[in-house]
């Protein structure tokens, strides 16, 4: 399911012990491989294709109305691509770090570029991990600690 599509609600629905997770990738078969692995661990994955629109489906973006903004996370889990256009991974870390909402919720950067500074500057913004691309099965079971349901 795209966030594009997806409805907006103000709190968090609860699907039982099914962690909700928010796979952010600009590249369509990333974006696949991310969410048929989490699935694979019953995973509900909701993906976007850049951070402007997490940032919406988050409730989070600057156009929204005040009064329209969640006071639940929706989430448990965001995994997120280090590079795209517009917005990147960083940045929305970091969007994400500053809202009193969501800054609990764990965060994910993913890049296929191993540069060391960047994954340092990611993980003291606040990042819990930092994976490269692509994505494996064995990176996921290392997710599962962060894949607990939150209430």
Same mark, same amino acid.
């Given at each position: 399911?795209?966030?594009? @599509?997806?409805?907006?609600? @103000? ?6 012990? /099914? ?14 491989? *991310?969410? %048929? ?11 976007? #294709? ?5 940032? /919406? =489906? ?5 156009? &929204? &109305?005040? +009064? ?21 991974? =960083? #940045?929305?870390? $970091?969007? *994400? $770090? &500053? @809202?009193?909402?969501? %800054? /609990? ?5 993913? +890049? +296929? /570029? ?6 340092? $500057?990611?993980? #003291? #913004? ?9 994505? %494996? &099965? ?7 600690? =962060?894949?607990?349901?939150? +209430?």
């Amino acid at each position: 399911m795209d966030a594009a @599509s997806s409805s907006s609600s @103000s709190a968090v629905m609860d699907y039982g012990d /099914e962690p909700h997770v928010l796979a952010v990738d600009d590249n369509l078969i990333d974006r696949k491989l *991310v969410e %048929k692995l989490l699935k694979n661990f019953s995973c509900r994955v909701t993906t976007a #294709e850049n951070g402007l629109r997490a940032l /919406e =489906y988050l409730g989070l973006s600057d156009d &929204q &109305q005040t +009064s329209h903004k969640p006071t639940v996370s929706k989430v448990n889990l965001i995994i997120t691509d280090y590079c795209m256009p517009g917005m990147t991974g =960083y #940045e929305l870390l $970091k969007k *994400v $770090k &500053q @809202s009193s909402i969501l %800054k /609990e919720v764990p965060v994910v950067i993913m +890049s +296929s /570029e191993n540069i060391p500074t960047r994954i340092n $500057k990611c993980l #003291e #913004e606040g990042a819990q991990m930092f994976i490269l691309k692509p994505l %494996k &099965q064995s990176d996921v079971k290392k997710l599962r600690c =962060y894949l607990k349901h939150r +209430s």
